[in-house]
């Protein structure tokens, strides 16, 4: 079934601890991002990519990075986790400028 | 800076009792706003695109309308599958990324 896979889908890491989550789409689209999905602020953007090789940063990239090496792959990394990163983190993508965004299952971590 | 608000926050209607959920923006010239559906423990799923005042869509009991300033979401004779978050998104100028609000929780009681 086409679209987006994300792992792990539930972690809990130990602070400071380096964490990369990853996705994968099968839909060959262009733009990929990473939300994270915190009660009562809803969906905010981490980081982007219009399209293999570039990346952007969102509304919260501090303490992520990501990259982009291929069109199907779009790793998010937390250098040394800390507790403000427990989120639900989504990873997305589209094709072109619809606003039809695909969401993964989304990965759900916890850090202690 | 862009910006979405949605209400209610939540919202919890008899199954058959209609209403609407609404989401107000500010931005910098609309390039379209869009209307996704979430369950719990899932990721969204996109439901309507609008790009241009007075448009209206629709699917099911759903129907998505606009204006300048705003979006409803109205809901007719809901049914307890409808139970759902209901989230609205606009592009930046650049249309490369989607500002979402923080959604509606919509709950219908058989």
């Known amino acids: 079934i086409a679209g987006i896979t994300q792992a792990p889908t539930s972690q809990i890491l130990a602070a400071g601890r380096r964490m990369t989550l990853r996705c994968t789409q099968d839909?060959?689209?262009?733009?990929m991002y990473w939300y994270r999905q915190d009660l009562g602020l809803g969906l905010r953007l981490i980081h982007y990519s219009n399209t293999a090789g570039t990346t952007g940063k969102g509304e919260v990239p501090d303490g992520y990075s990501v990259s982009r090496a291929n069109t199907d792959d779009f790793p998010l990394t937390l250098a040394s986790a800390v507790p403000s990163q427990t989120s639900v983190y989504f990873c997305?993508?589209?094709?072109?400028?619809?606003?039809?965004?695909?969401f993964g299952e989304g990965s759900r971590l916890t850090v202690l | 800076e862009d910006q979405v608000t949605q209400s209610p926050e939540a919202l919890r209607l008899q199954e058959g009792e209609s209403s609407s959920l609404n989401c107000s923006y500010t931005?910098?010239?609309?390039?379209?706003l869009f209307w996704y559906r979430q369950d719990p423990g899932k990721g969204p799923e996109f439901l309507f695109t609008l790009y241009s005042a007075g448009e209206e869509k629709e699917k099911e009991r759903l129907k998505a309308t606009l204006t300048k300033k705003e979006s409803f979401l109205h809901i007719t004779a809901p049914k307890p599958e409808d139970s759902a978050t209901y989230l609205c998104a606009v592009p930046n100028f650049g249309n490369e990324k989607l500002t979402f609000g923080t959604g509606t929780r919509l709950t219908i009681i058989p």
């Open positions: 997305a993508s589209r094709q072109g400028y619809t606003g039809e965004l695909f």
């Open positions: 931005v910098s010239g609309l390039r379209g």
């Open positions: 839909m060959r689209h262009n733009a």
